[in-house]
């Protein structure tokens, strides 16, 4: 079945810094791509989303380009704050059988230290 | 803008007890979701309901069952807690044929 990779389980950083999570993907079709963030004690929040192969997601700093070649859809963000520390979810869109439904990566902690 | 409310935040149970955790959307959206989140594991789908009246299982539905009582209300039922079972249960919705969901706060699940 389809499946979303995050790589790094934990991610620290320090304010200012350049952030990389990275996702990849495997699909049988041509998904839309996601990412959520989570802080404590809060549900997941949609960033942003992405369906088509180059295109460009964003939101907040955050950006991500969907890439079919390489099925990867990686969170960048260029200056991280201390209030950007949360759960970063990759996740797909799966329209098979019925209805739509989302398949979510593991999650990336991302901790800012100020 | 909408909300999604869950209810109760935090429920404690015991081994073998049949607990109940509610979801209440004022989106209007016509589909709604159960999730499982375990630290390390993701989200994992255990129901959803694409319109009023249908209910679907997702990938980790033993155990559970679900009901859609109206358009705004979708209810879980662990039908039998197991015991030092630790997880949060997130409730989202979205437009029906649309892909982006809407999550609730969750409910925290503790078993003793």
């Known amino acids: 079945g389809d499946s979303v990779t995050q790589t790094e389980g934990q991610v620290a950083l320090s304010e200012e810094d350049f952030l990389t999570i990275h996702c990849n993907y495997s699909?049988?079709?041509?998904?839309?791509l996601f990412w959520y963030v989570q802080y404590p004690g809060e549900g997941p929040q949609f960033l942003f989303r992405a369906s088509r192969d180059k295109e460009k997601g964003s939101s907040r700093g955050f950006e991500a380009t969907y890439n079919k070649e390489a099925t990867s859809f990686h969170l960048q963000k260029a200056s991280v704050q201390e209030s950007d520390s949360a759960v970063y979810y990759c996740a797909l869109s799966d329209f098979g059988g019925s209805g739509n439904k989302l398949i979510f990566g593991t999650g990336t902690l991302l901790s800012v230290k100020p | 803008g909408g909300i999604i409310t869950q209810t109760p935040k935090f429920l404690i149970g015991q081994e073998g007890q049949k607990l109940t955790l509610k979801c209440q959307q004022n989106?209007?959206?016509?589909?709604m979701y159960w999730y499982r989140q375990d630290s390390g594991k993701g989200l994992r789908l255990i129901y959803y309901s694409i319109t009023e009246n249908d209910l679907q299982k997702g990938d980790l539905s033993e155990g559970y069952d679900a009901s859609r009582e109206k358009k705004s209300s979708f209810s879980l039922t662990v039908t039998s807690a197991q015991k030092n079972e630790m997880a949060v249960f997130l409730c989202?919705?979205?437009?029906?044929?649309?892909?982006?969901?809407?999550f609730g706060p969750g409910t925290r699940l503790l078993v003793l």
């Open positions: 699909a049988s079709g041509y998904p839309a």
């Open positions: 989106f209007n959206h016509d589909t």
């Open positions: 989202a919705s979205s437009i029906w044929g649309r892909d982006t969901q809407y």
